[in-house]
């Protein structure tokens, strides 16, 4: 998918990029690749796929979607290289974006990321997710929280949802089939307070593949033993 490509695409989708924001993929390309020569960000370097599989596929929960629609708090948890929160907050300029990972290299990326794009309302934070979600100044604060292809859909429940207010949503961002997952990540969603609202699946264009949406709805508080710590959800998952 060449730039031009994925600005008509997303016109037709009803997301409209100035001139700056084209500008600002493109820089955000360009910083890609230079960093991935230092640091493990991506697999995906050619320009067609990163604009492809990497921006397009993020603004997917937008397209797909509307629970972005107003200037809500975001959080990514295991943000990587920014995705999906960074493509979203260039199309979307109104949403205030928190962003968590536990590698700090990654972090001090994100952070010249920001700072060279000039995004506002962007924080950065270099911690693991469950000490994040034990944090009472960020703990079931955010309308949304998002992570994509990060882990099975159980250890990003408890990664997740704890950080989601009452009412807000934990938002997956899969690739592959989740019937499987969805099943083994019942008991997750439903001990830390949430419901299981709706599985999104869609095709990416250039048949780059099946994506799905996957988004739980928060509907009462998570009980504070959760998320456990650092190391043990993985190791012991809610099943």
């Given at each position: 998918?060449?730039?031009?490509?994925?600005?008509?695409?997303?016109?037709?989708?009803?997301?409209?990029?100035?001139?700056?924001?084209?500008?600002?993929?493109?820089?955000?390309?360009?910083?890609?690749?230079?960093?991935?020569?230092?640091?493990?960000?991506?697999?995906?370097?050619?320009?067609?796929?990163?604009?492809?599989?990497?921006?397009?596929?993020?603004?997917?929960?937008?397209?797909?979607?509307?629970?972005?629609?107003?200037?809500?708090?975001?959080?990514?948890?295991?943000?990587?290289?920014?995705?999906?929160?960074?493509?979203?907050?260039?199309?979307?300029?109104?949403?205030h974006i928190t962003i968590v990972d536990s590698l700090n290299k990654r972090i001090t990326f994100l952070n010249e990321l920001v700072r060279v794009l000039a995004l506002k309302d962007v924080v950065c934070y270099h911690d693991r997710a469950e000490q994040f979600g034990q944090n009472k100044v960020y703990r079931e604060t955010f309308d949304i929280v998002t992570a994509r292809a990060v882990a099975r859909l159980n250890l990003l429940t408890e990664f997740c949802l704890p950080l989601v207010k009452k009412g807000g949503y934990f938002v997956s961002m899969k690739a592959a089939s989740t019937q499987e997952e969805k099943e083994e990540s019942q008991k997750a969603i439903t001990l830390l307070g949430g419901q299981l609202v709706d599985d999104i699946s869609f095709e990416l264009p250039q048949d780059a593949g099946s994506r799905h949406i996957i988004i739980v709805k928060k509907t009462k508080e998570t009980p504070n033993k959760y998320p456990r710590k650092a190391g043990i959800p993985a190791k012991s998952p809610i099943r």
């Open positions: 998918m060449t730039p031009e490509q994925f600005i008509l695409l997303l016109e037709k989708q009803g997301i409209h990029l100035t001139k700056e924001q084209e500008k600002q993929y493109d820089t955000y390309y360009r910083m890609l690749v230079e960093w991935n020569e230092k640091m493990n960000l991506t697999a995906i370097t050619d320009q067609a796929d990163v604009y492809l599989k990497h921006f397009y596929d993020c603004l997917t929960l937008a397209i797909h979607t509307d629970l972005l629609n107003e200037p809500i708090r975001v959080c990514d948890v295991g943000a990587g290289a920014g995705f999906p929160s960074i493509p979203l907050k260039i199309a979307l300029p109104h949403l």
